[in-house]
C-alpha cells in the first residue's frame, strides 16, 4: 500500500517538473479543458470513487489552495473530515471481548480425565502432562477446575 503511494507521489511530481517546462498558453488550454471534463462528468455521476492514495493527494492539495477556490473541488472541508473520521474508526476497532478466553470442552473434559485417572497428581503435574501432549493451556486454568484439582 505504502509502495503505491510513494509511486503516486513520485509520478505527480515528474507530472508538476513536465508542466512547469510549458508556456502559459498551454497551461490555460488545458486548465479549460479540465474544468469542462469536470463539469461534464459531475452532471453523470453524482458521488466519485475515490480510494485511499487519491484522498491523500487531494487532502494535501486541497491545503495549497487559496480559500476562494475550494468551493469548486470535490472535496470539501466536511469531505476531508469524514474520511478522517472513517480512517480513525477504521484503524482504532479493538474486538470486544473481555476477560479470558472460554476453556475448551476437549481441554476441559482432559483435564478431568487426567485428574480422574491419577488421583495423586496436583495442577501443575496435570498441566505438565497437558504440555507435553501439545494443549496450550495455563496453570491456573488447571487450578481453577475445582473437580481436577480434588480428584
Not at 102 to 116: D, F, K, S, T
Amino acid at each position: 500500500m505504502a509502495l503505491r503511494l510513494v509511486y503516486l507521489v513520485f509520478w505527480r511530481l515528474l507530472q508538476w517538473a513536465v508542466l512547469l517546462a510549458r508556456d502559459s498558453a498551454a497551461k490555460d488550454i488545458e486548465l479549460l479543458v479540465l474544468r469542462h471534463e469536470v463539469a461534464a462528468l459531475r452532471r453523470q455521476v453524482s458521488r466519485p470513487r475515490v480510494d485511499w492514495a487519491d484522498r491523500a493527494v487531494l487532502a494535501c492539495l486541497a491545503r495549497l489552495l487559496p480559500a476562494r477556490l475550494r468551493g469548486g473541488v470535490f472535496v470539501g472541508p466536511t469531505t476531508l473530515l469524514r474520511w478522517h473520521r472513517d480512517l480513525v474508526r477504521r484503524r482504532w476497532t479493538y474486538p470486544s471481548r473481555r476477560g479470558r478466553p472460554p476453556i475448551n470442552a476437549e481441554i476441559r473434559g482432559l483435564v478431568l480425565r487426567l485428574a480422574r485417572e491419577n488421583s495423586t497428581w496436583g495442577y501443575r503435574r496435570i498441566h505438565g502432562e497437558l504440555c507435553r501432549l501439545g494443549h496450550r493451556v495455563g496453570a491456573s486454568t488447571v487450578w481453577a477446575n475445582p473437580e481436577a484439582v480434588r480428584g
